[in-house]
């Protein structure tokens, strides 16, 4: 019913950049929060960034790892999800998950999904 696929993901030295996308398509009624997560080898899965709806205001918050260094936006029109990360440090490798709270048109029940992920290497 609804598919959340991240791209952007790559290998990149310490201080480059990257801008991750998450595209949400299928039978969507509407998208809540949504947000970006990320694990890493033998971690717990983090919350790295979150953004609410647009009924919401579209309030974002931050891990404090992050701060300062990386930006989640969203394109309501479009579906997608982005999260610009610049600086970035090698501790910022990890495994990053697009994740979304959507209503379906299908059944107007509230979801949470998950992407596949896309894979963030900083290395020098």
């Known amino acids: 019913q609804v598919q959340l696929v991240e791209s952007g993901g790559g290998l990149v030295q310490p201080g480059g950049s990257l801008r991750l996308s998450c595209v949400a398509s299928?039978?969507?009624?509407?998208?809540?929060?949504m947000g970006w997560y990320r694990q890493a080898p033998g971690q717990q899965r983090e919350l790295v960034a979150g953004?609410?709806?647009?009924?919401?205001?579209?309030?974002?918050n931050y891990a404090d790892s992050v701060k300062g260094r990386f930006t989640i936006s969203r394109d309501n029109a479009k579906n997608t999800m982005y999260l610009q990360m610049n600086s970035l440090k090698p501790e910022d490798t990890a495994v990053y998950y697009c994740?979304?709270?959507?209503?379906?048109?299908?059944?107007?029940?509230?979801?949470?999904?998950w992407g596949q992920g896309t894979q963030v290497t900083v290395s020098s």
């Open positions: 299928g039978s969507i009624f509407s998208i809540n929060a």
């Open positions: 953004i609410t709806g647009i009924t919401r205001g579209g309030s974002t």
């Open positions: 994740n979304a709270d959507v209503i379906t048109r299908q059944t107007f029940t509230l979801r949470d999904y």
